[in-house]
């Protein structure tokens, strides 16, 4: 890797752990959900620093170049955090739907008592 | 009349509906489109059909005694038939006909199951379950207000919904024993 490329990632890691730990603080989120990104960010700031390790791992796994395996991780990564979103975000429409219709049904049964009792 | 306070789609308004029928104790509930295209006079045949031949899922359909025409917007109901022939050997001659009626089992069944929606993949299901599935000839007119929500770039969305659902999911829903 190239020292500019190291420089970059340094950096870029470094600011997204800063954010990470800024939005915690201002509780925009929620702990379990940081540790990804906290991960991820140290890793990569792992990856900048020990450039050696790198360019060996990427070299016995067969990368043609090790920045190519700092990239591969960072897709894995994102992918990962895409898909575990995905879920969520179904898990929640679903709640939501849930209490929609918990919503209707209640309304509707007290607007019928009401009639009864008049 | 329940009325939701959030539009969460259609498939949310079958499920509350399907909800509604069962807190009630309800032996049979109608899926209906309001935009004038169903006749109500076409129910009693429906809800006949369930009560005296021991069907579980009543469809209204076009095509039983009709031949299906070979126009554009009828491809697709063409495509979903013979994919539901491939995975169910069941010939459904009018699967995305919206006028349905399900008995207590298929009401338990929504109940229970929140990925069914009113769609036609639901009528793979139900068969793969081992329901008994059966079509009524009815008439349907042209939507008198209101917009269909299938758009030409939504249907190539739903066709494809409707095709993965069927094949890949509903292929593999067995029936219990």
Known sequence: ?118 | MVSLPINFGLTSGIQVGMKYAKQNGYDIAIQFDGDGQHDAKYLKKLVKEIEKNNVDVAIGSRFVEKKKPFTARMLGSRVISFAIKLVTWKKINDPTSGMRAYNKKAIDMFNSNASLTPEPDTIVYMIKKGLNVKEVQVEMREREFGESYLNAFKSIKYMVNMMLSIIFIRTFTRKEK
């Open chain 1, 1 to 118: 890797m190239s020292l500019t490329l190291r420089i970059i990632l340094l950096i870029g890691s470094l600011i997204s752990f800063y954010l990470c730990v800024k939005k915690i603080k201002q509780a925009k989120l929620k702990v379990e959900n940081s540790i990804t990104w906290m991960m991820g960010s140290f890793v990569l700031i792992l990856m900048s620093i020990f450039d050696q390790a790198v360019q060996w791992l990427a070299n016995k796994l067969g990368f043609m170049a090790s920045v190519n395996f700092v990239f591969f991780i960072i897709i894995v990564f994102l992918l990962i955090q895409v898909f575990i979103d995905n879920i969520r975000l179904s898990t929640l429409n679903e709640k939501i739907k849930n209490l929609n219709h918990y919503i209707a049904l209640k309304e509707n049964s007290d607007e019928r008592e009401k009639n009864v009792k008049e």
